[in-house]
């Protein structure tokens, strides 16, 4: 066992029967977080970076010309002039969402 761990152990040995519960939804939340990572290590390993639609497009599948015409629908793109600028993060949430 961690050694981190091992003060948590003792107190689940010798708190009081009434402070348990409370300890035990302690350990749920570190147990869901973990849980939550495992579940998507790459989402949050990258930083969010700006994409062309060039870029956006090729990792969607399409042609650009293609993007330009589907992107008002998209909410991980905005325009700054007449330039639009893509979120990579949410582009990766959206392909995880349609697959």
Do not use: H, N
């Amino acid at each position: 066992m961690r050694q981190e761990l091992q003060s948590v152990l003792e107190q689940a040995r010798t708190l009081v029967p009434d402070e348990l519960p409370d300890l035990l939804g302690d350990l749920e939340i570190i147990r869901a977080v973990a849980y939550s990572r495992l579940a998507s290590p790459a989402e949050r390993s990258r930083p969010d970076e700006p994409l062309d639609v060039a870029t956006a497009a090729t990792r969607m599948g399409i042609s650009p010309s293609r993007f330009y015409k589907v992107y008002k629908d998209a909410k991980f793109v905005r325009r700054e002039g007449r330039k639009l600028i893509v979120s990579s993060a949410g582009l990766e949430s959206y392909l995880k969402k349609a697959r």
